[in-house]
């Protein structure tokens, strides 16, 4: 098993433009989370999704959108990129909610210039 | 004031002191994580745990419900346990979702 992948693992975007950030999982995990890490803050959930077709807002959902066509892939589209949403960003999934552990995938750090 | 608190923020340690951190919480939770990550950014679940201590190699976690408290030990430390560690709070909603404290980072020198 490949685990969680996200591509690409670094980019810089310029104020303005839009990127989707991808994420795929192969372990059949039904909940899939997007987190934002900031330096000096913990990891801030952004969007999640119980399943394919479900997802939902996190803590700070504000210039980002997300989809859930399939059980493996949960995107994260940037529209109209702004300095603020420089951060490291961070794919997770797990099977179930609550007793199973957390798998994260290598993270993609986004420069906005 | 943070729903998870963490200390100590740093810590730098010789090669085989014993270490602790510590983590509060403030809300009622189904669970809670320890999480390490690398100098390279990734991140992986040491522990998840509800009640309590749980053991892996030289790793201990333990955590008392009453006092909304959390520890996570290291025995015998070692320069490769070199990382930022994470405690997370699992809340008691359908998702299941955590929130994160700030980490605590750790140095152990030869």
């Known amino acids: 098993n490949a685990g969680v992948t996200q591509t690409p693992k670094f980019r810089i975007l310029k104020i303005g433009q839009s990127m989707t950030l991808q994420c795929t999982q192969d372990?059949?995990?039904?909940?899939m989370y997007w987190y934002r890490q900031d330096p000096g803050m913990g990891l801030k959930l952004i969007y999640y999704?119980?399943?394919?077709?479900?997802?939902d807002k996190g803590e700070v959902p504000n210039g980002y959108n997300v989809s859930r066509s399939t059980t493996e892939d949960f995107p994260l589209r940037l529209e109209l990129a702004a300095p603020s949403q420089t951060s490291v960003y961070f794919c997770a999934s797990r099977y179930t909610a609550l007793g199973d552990e957390q798998f994260f995938g290598p993270g993609t750090r986004l420069t906005v210039l | 004031k943070n729903e998870v608190e963490q200390s100590p923020q740093n810590l730098t340690a010789q090669e085989g002191e014993f270490i602790t951190i510590n983590c509060s919480y403030s809300?009622?939770?189904?669970?809670l994580h320890w999480l390490q990550q690398h100098p390279g950014g990734g991140i992986v679940s040491l522990f998840m745990l509800s009640s309590g201590k749980k053991k892996h190699g030289r790793l201990i976690a333990t955590i008392n419900i009453q006092e909304k408290h959390s520890s996570l030990h290291i025995t015998a430390s070692h320069p490769r346990d070199s990382a930022v560690y994470i405690c997370a709070v699992q809340n008691t909603g359908t998702a299941s979702k955590l929130t994160f404290g700030t980490g605590t980072r750790l140095q152990v020198t030869l």
């Open positions: 809300v009622g939770i189904s669970a």
């Open positions: 999704s119980v399943g394919a077709g479900i997802t």
């Open positions: 372990m059949n995990h039904n909940y």
